[in-house]
């Protein structure tokens, strides 16, 4: 039983590894710009994973993406595209961008727009709704739903970080404390997110993952712990630990931030969005987990009592997995 129910894990830990590639749901970003003179620049960002990346072909109804671009930049998770438009006789209000095979992934495109007066317009382009005309600058407005969807995304996205919180869940079984804890981490990452995305502070992001890898193989290491009735202080103090940790992951909400950019005249509304929609899918999930506990406790009592100690060992081994592939990232 115990063989069998390891090789099982083991097949559902090389599914995940090898769906966090295949299905890489950030966010693309398309940025166009209309200088005073009348000059266009569109700067296409898409993040990819290796041979996995579903190639999206932004496509605008005037023609300018159709030529050559004047930069192409590829690095293992980005791809970068700039084309230069010297005063086009088409205009740029009443255009329509569309971005191919959007429809067939489950990621969206953040499109923003700045007019000449410096005006901008933020828009999400989504699987279903791959298409959008461009209104005039009259009608942009503050991006509330879209950084708002951004946010939620981005930690669904983020395996990594809800492998944390599924190691925190795991580890303070009392409600009140893991409700301190969660707050604390909830807490930390804001202030790091916002003081990253703000400029204030500046950490490379290699090592930043590489240590948030580390956080989640200490999380699961203190679960197992737990579970053999050792006593740390992160079972007394957790929200201490989630506070610190959360610090850290902070950075890495940041660096996925500053992938698709702030519109410069809604930085802290856009800012303030994005980290309610990291909370609302992070509360969501917690919510999830607590829920298929008590379901499966119900339904399959000796199930939950057998399986238990599998979750700390998935965590710390799909943690370990991504430390020694950051850590080699970092040189």
């Known amino acids: 039983m115990r063989l069998g129910l390891s090789v099982w894990l083991g097949c559902a830990l090389l599914c995940l590894m090898t769906t966090a590639h295949a299905h890489d749901i950030r ?10 003179s009348g000059d266009i620049r569109i700067v296409w960002r898409q993040p990819i994973a290796g041979v996995y990346a579903v190639p ?24 970068v595209r700039e084309w230069h438009i010297r005063a ?26 700045r007019y000449p007066d410096g005006s901008e317009l933020t828009q999400l382009l989504r699987p279903s709704a791959p298409s959008f005309s461009i209104p005039s600058a009259a009608k942009a407005g503050a991006p ?21 919180v599924f190691g925190l869940t795991l580890l303070v079984r009392d409600p009140r404390a893991l409700l301190k804890t969660i707050t604390g981490f909830t807490a930390a990452h804001s ?13 490379p992001s290699a090592p930043v993952e590489a240590c948030i890898a580390l956080s989640i193989m200490y999380v699961a290491a203190e679960v197992l712990g737990a579970r053999e009735g050792r006593v740390s202080l992160a079972q007394r ?20 931030l500053a992938e698709i950019g702030l519109p410069a005249r809604h930085i802290p509304v856009a800012l303030l969005l994005f980290n309610i929609g990291i909370e609302i899918g992070q509360i ?13 406790r119900r339904v399959a009592p000796r199930w939950a009592t ?26």
């Not at 509330?144 to 981005?154: A, D, P, R, S």
């Not at 202030?191 to 950490?203: D, K, T, W």
């Not at 957790?238 to 996925?256: D, E, M, T």
């Open 306 to 331: 057998g399986l238990q100690w599998a979750p700390p060992y998935v965590i710390g081994g799909l943690a370990s997995f991504w430390f020694l592939q950051r850590f080699a990232a970092i040189f």
């Open 237 to 256: 103090a957790p929200w201490l630990i989630a506070f610190c940790f959360g610090l850290l992951h902070g950075l890495g909400f940041a660096g996925a």
């Open 284 to 296: 969501s999930f917690v919510a999830l987990l607590l829920g298929a506990f008590h379901t499966l």
């Open 191 to 203: 202030m790091s997110l916002a003081a990253a995305a703000l400029g204030v502070i500046h950490v």
């Open 88 to 113: 086009p006789t088409a205009e740029l209000v009443g255009a329509t961008v569309s971005v191919e095979a959007l429809e067939r992934t489950i990621t969206d495109v953040l499109l923003h727009v």
């Open 56 to 79: 999206l072909v932004p496509r605008i109804s005037t023609g300018w993406l159709d030529r050559e671009p004047s930069l192409t930049e590829r690095t293992d998770t980005l791809l």
């Open 27 to 36: 966010p693309a970003y398309l940025e166009l710009t209309k200088t005073p």
């Open 144 to 164: 509330v739903k879209e950084y708002l969807l951004l946010g939620i995304t981005h930690i669904w996205g983020g395996i990594d970080h809800l492998l944390y």
